[in-house]
Structure formats: C-alpha cells, structure tokens
C-alpha cells in the first residue's frame, strides 16, 4: 500500500540481471544501450495515439466520463436477472474472465444471491462447442438471463453463430419481449451486429474507435461485465489511470515500469529466449494468465516488420500458475532448454489467512507445517521455485501487488497493455493488427458459404486436401 492505502505494484527483476548468483543475466548498460530505442518507441506510441489508433490515456479518461452510464445500467438490471452470460470470444472474453476472476469471490457463482450482492451469475461463451453450448442452454433459464454479445467488428463467426442461437431462444420462450435479455457492445457504426441492433432496440454499448479487441478490457467490453457483477469499475479504472500516468511521466528505463519489463523481454529474444512464462501466485490470477497469453501472442507474434520485410517474429506466451505448476511445469523450467524467461506474479496480502493447526503427535516431517498459515506455505514454495531457477541460472522477475484489488489489477492490465505496445516497437512491427486471426475468420465464412468467399473456399479445399491419414482401418 502506499501513503494514500492504495495498492502499489513493485517489479524486482533481479532474476533477470547479472550478479553474484547469476552469472547469465544482463549488464545495466545492455538496458541503458536501449534507451534511444525505447524514446523513439514513446513517440511512435504516442503518435499512434493521436491518430486515434491507441488511446490509453484519452481512453481512461474518456471511460471514466462514461462510467455512469455503465453503471447506472449495470444497478438497474442486475437485480432482475439470475444469470449474466458473455458471448464474445478472444479480446471481447478474455478480459472479461480475467477480471471477474481476480475480483470476485472464486466460486461466485455458487454463492447464495445474497452473498452475491442479488446480482447474476456469471458466464462467458467464447468457444463454440456445441456439448458446452447445449448444457449451458440447459443449466439456465434463458428468461432470467441477460445475454452481453461483444465483438468489436460484428462479424466474428463464432459469436454470430452464438448471438443468432440465442436469439431465437429467446424469442421462442420470451416472444415480444425477447429483446431485453441482449444488450450489446461493439462498433459506434461498423458491422453487422449495430443494424440489427438498432432494428430490434438492444441496449447497446460502444467499443471506442481504434481500440482493438484485446487492447479493449477498461471498455465497456470489460466494464458492463465487471458493474454487473459487483466489482468496483471506479477503482479499476483509477489504478489504470495511475499506471499510464507514472508511465507516460517517467524517464529512462529504470524508472519506467512498462519500459523495463519490455527491454528485458527483447533482450531475452535477442539472446534465443523464445518462450514467456506468465506465472501468478494466486488462483484469482489464473485467467489473467490467458489474457497475457493472448495478449502476446496476437500482438507481437508477425511476419512482417513495419518495412514490409518477413521477420517472423515473436515470444511464445506459457500460462502457468503457482503453486501448482510448480508439480507440473517447473522442472522443464529449472532443467529443460534455456529458452524462457518467467514472469511471477505474487500477491503480498492475501485478502484472507488461514492457519494449519499444530498437532504434536504428526511425524515431525509434517509437523513443521504447524502453526504457519497457507500464505507463508505459498510465499516460501514461490521463493524457493525462484532459488531454484537462480541456481540453474535461468532467469526470471517479479511483479508484486501489494494486495489484488480492483486498483491493481487496473494498474496491472495497464502495465501489460503499455509493455505489449513497447515490445512491438522494439520488434519494429505492427503490434495491433492480427493478420494471422483475419485469414483464419476469412477461411470460415468461405467454408461456410459466405458470399463474396467462394473463390477462397476452392483454395481451401485445393489446398487442404488430406493426403496422409492412419486409422484403425488395417487394410
Ligand atoms: O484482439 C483481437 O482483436 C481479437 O482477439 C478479437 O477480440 C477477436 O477475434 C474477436 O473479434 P470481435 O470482437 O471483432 O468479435
């Protein structure tokens, strides 16, 4: 906490540099050789945001302005409806689930209304796998739901597919009023969900202009999800807001937060560490492993850099999660290839403690245990992984919150968008297309039978054809 008792987010990356322990990190001066980089990265940044393109500040801003909006709705409605389910999928789902899990109670969903405040429980639907889809249909009460379709273009097969589905669900079982069970988010005036929306009068919110899918979270994308279910969208956007402030204000690598972290990782790059690992010490942190990977992946993985020149660049993001994976993924981590860097995430104050009891008559291997509470058990499983690691000269850093509260997880998202965003500019690509995504979205409307597609779908299945294949059929 900080003076003001608000949470504070501490980097240590001691792990990443040389010294005594490690002789495989890097110099100061390796850091410092990046600040002329790291300055023309800013005003690249920068300019990119007055043409509208990426607007973290002005966005902040603007949302805070709004956020009454999203508010007062989110109050009206939430007392009238059991279930709050997301259609959206990618940017418009990840977010979403990552904030609800690191701030609402982990099995919120079980909690009796009371205890959820007589707000809806909560569902995303991103992916399309009917068995998913039908039990979700079957587990709830389409007419004590209200349904948030999100996409950014209005096109993306997947929520279509889900929209339209749902749609005509509830205009079986709702009839006339069918409509005030959608309320959707999603283009000012681009795409095929706006029309229909205007036409059937959906409660409708709006992606601003320029903001891409996984960049879109402190939107109405994340934050109509997140009133709905109770959690504090002032707070969130506050410690967003902090996090852009202390970034755009400082100068010079070592005191810039996202500067730092995105010079550790293109020097890691630089030097074959094509892996990296997002590592939170706290299950509410789990999906916001997912979003990190998309985050990454989408945004930095490219073909091309700004000059057109095929560079096929990027670092492959790894969820993980501590303690757990300590028993699963670690050990490829300590003695495996020397390919990753690692990020944890650790928490300082838990928002609750509890105690393992003390039984004298227990073997004295487990009786140790005794007295300590779970949270020094974790910290000293998270401390000791870092040790490990040191000693097998693998390097690794630290992002400290000093408690998961709505502020830092704002300042977190924050701190990862504006790290995103300066990697690329070191990587010298375009970090906020996905060219990759839009040929696969493309590849499904012409298999589909889009219109318009169908010379594409003769490629496809020119191309696509099976030519080797084993199965149990023994000739
Ligand atoms: O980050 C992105 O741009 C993507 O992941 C999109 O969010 C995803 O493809 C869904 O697109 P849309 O919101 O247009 O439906």
Known sequence: MNDNGRSIITLDYTGMMISAQNSNGFAMEELHGLQNLLEQAQISILSQRDSGKLDFSKLLTSMKAQLHEIIDYSNAVAPNYDNFVVLGIGGSALGPLAVHQALNHYYYNDL?????????????????????????????DPRKTLFNVISKSGNTSETMAQFLIIRDTLRQVCGDSYAKHIVITTDKEKGNLLPIALQEGYQRFVIPAGIGGRFSELTPVGLLA?????????????????????????????????????????????????????????????????????????????????????????????????????????????????????????VEKFKATREIPVDFDLPEDIQFLGGRTLEELLF????????????????????????????????????????????????????????????????????????????????????????????????
Request: aromatic share 10%; charged share 25%; proline share 4%.
């Open 112 to 140: 009796p209304p009371a205890e959820r405040g007589h707000r809806p429980r909560f569902y995303v639907m991103d992916n399309i796998d009917p068995v998913r889809f039908n039990e979700l249909l079957q587990m709830l």
């Open 226 to 346: 997140a009133a709905i279910c109770g959690i504090d969208v002032k707070q969130l956007l506050e410690g967003a807001l902090a996090m852009d402030q202390w970034i755009r204000d400082s100068k010079g690598v070592l005191s810039n937060p996202a500067q730092l972290r995105a010079s550790l990782a293109y020097l890691s790059y630089q030097k074959g560490k094509n892996i990296s690992v997002f590592m939170p010490y706290a299950d509410g942190l789990k999906t916001m492993a997912d979003w990190y990977a998309q985050m990454w992946a989408e945004s930095l993985g490219k073909r091309f850099d700004r000059q057109g020149r095929v560079v096929n660049v990027g670092q492959t993001p790894v969820k993980a999660l501590g303690v757990t994976d300590q028993h699963s993924q670690v050990q490829l981590y300590v003695e495996g290839p020397d390919d990753k860097i690692i990020t944890f995430v650790t």
């Open 380 to 475: 000293a499983e998270q401390k000791a992984t870092e040790y490990a690691l040191t000693l097998a000269k693998r390097q690794h850093q630290k992002i400290i919150l000093s408690s998961l509260d709505a502020y830092s997880v704002g300042q977190l998202l924050l701190l990862l968008e504006w790290e995103t965003a300066y990697m690329g500019e070191l990587l010298n690509i375009n970090t906020f297309d996905q060219p990759g995504v839009e040929e696969g979205k493309n590849g499904t409307y012409a298999l589909m039978g889009r219109k318009g597609y169908e010379t594409r779908k003769h490629d496809i299945e020119e191309y696509g054809k099976t030519l080797y294949i084993l199965n149990e059929k023994r000739d």
